[in-house]
């Protein structure tokens, strides 16, 4: 694995790899000797984290499953802020130079779509693309598909309900990508029709003939799922050309979601969550969006693993 810039680059086989590889070092980390032995591997290693953009999960993930690898980590949150970007570095002369600095691995969360791709043109070391804007996150797409499996034990015949801001979420745009994969799948996107998912993912749903619908009736969505996955208002980036936010507030997965919603159904969420699923429904059983984050850590060391192998 070089580059990590979409998640149309995946296939099934990479996909498959990534997936044990992460059940392995689930494993290694349960007990402190296999930790060690497992902290050995990548020693000397160094993987540069740079943030244009707020981040919980995707940054301290990253940063704990190299560290877990013996991967020096150096980087800063707010790099709009804290690097020389703030004097109008070009993205480029600021690869160009930590690849001078013999990085092995550059993880970068930017605010414009596209700037990944255009790290990834001159960088002589892997680009992660921690999410670009409103393009893609193809890391969480990966361990979104990975805790569609554990948890469905299928990837393929699955309706997933897709709620929330599908014009401006990331997420969901990089999951559809993953779903098409696979057949049998339906895609169920509910949202006003103004966070509606863009035209280039209906597009590529088209292509590979993976059905899908929009609706804006939730309940209904929610009685015939198998997954749902949903997402916050995108707030702080413009809605094609206007920054009005758009109301979801009736599209809000709380208790009586809760009872239209199949017993083997699961409930995931990229997260930060801003209301849009109640705390009520944490103890739920089909909830699963804590878990999705935490298996976010082990795909992220198969991926960390799977690039430093590369450069032994
Ligand atoms: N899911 C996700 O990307 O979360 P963060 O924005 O906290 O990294």
Redesign the pocket.
């Known amino acids: 694995m070089q580059h990590i810039l979409s998640a149309e680059q995946f296939d099934d086989e990479q996909l498959q790899q990534l997936f044990v590889d992460a059940d392995m070092f689930r494993q290694l980390d349960q007990s402190i000797e296999s930790r060690r032995e497992v902290m050995t591997r990548h020693t000397g290693r160094i993987m540069l984290s740079m ?1 244009y ?9 990253f940063e704990i499953a190299a560290t877990k690898l013996g991967i020096g980590v150096v980087g800063t949150e707010n790099a709009a802020e804290f690097s020389s970007a703030a004097k109008g570095e070009t993205i480029e002369d600021t690869v160009k130079v930590f690849n001078e600095y013999g990085v092995d691995a550059i993880n970068m ?1 930017t605010k414009e779509e596209g700037h990944a791709d255009r790290a990834a043109s001159v960088s002589t070391v892997a680009i992660i693309n ?2 670009d804007g409103k393009g893609e ?1 193809p890391t ?1 797409a990966a361990l979104d598909l990975y805790t569609i499996k554990e948890q469905t034990g299928r990837l393929e015949n699955l309706n997933i309900v897709m709620g929330g801001d599908l014009a401006r979420g ?2 969901v745009r990089s999951l559809s990508k993953l779903i098409t994969r696979y057949p049998g799948n339906k895609i169920t996107y509910v949202s006003t029709p103004e966070l509606q998912i863009g035209n280039d993912i209906k597009a590529q749903l088209d292509e590979h003939t993976t059905e899908y619908e929009e609706t804006t009736e939730m309940l209904s969505a929610l009685r015939e799922a198998d997954v749902v996955y949903w997402t916050r208002l995108q707030t702080e980036r413009a809605l094609t050309g206007s920054d009005v936010a758009v109301g979801q507030d009736h599209f809000i997965i709380d208790k009586t979601a809760l009872e239209v919603l199949p017993k083997q159904a699961i409930i995931m969420h ?3 969550r801003v209301g849009e699923i109640t705390a009520a429904v944490d103890a739920d059983p089909r909830a699963q969006y804590f878990r999705q ?1 935490g298996n ?1 850590l082990y795909i992220r060391m198969a991926m960390l693993d799977s690039i430093m192998k590369q450069r032994d």
């Open positions: 943030f953009e707020p981040s919980t999960r995707t940054r301290f993930s969360r921690g999410g996150h969480q990331r997420t990229p997260l930060p984050a976010g």
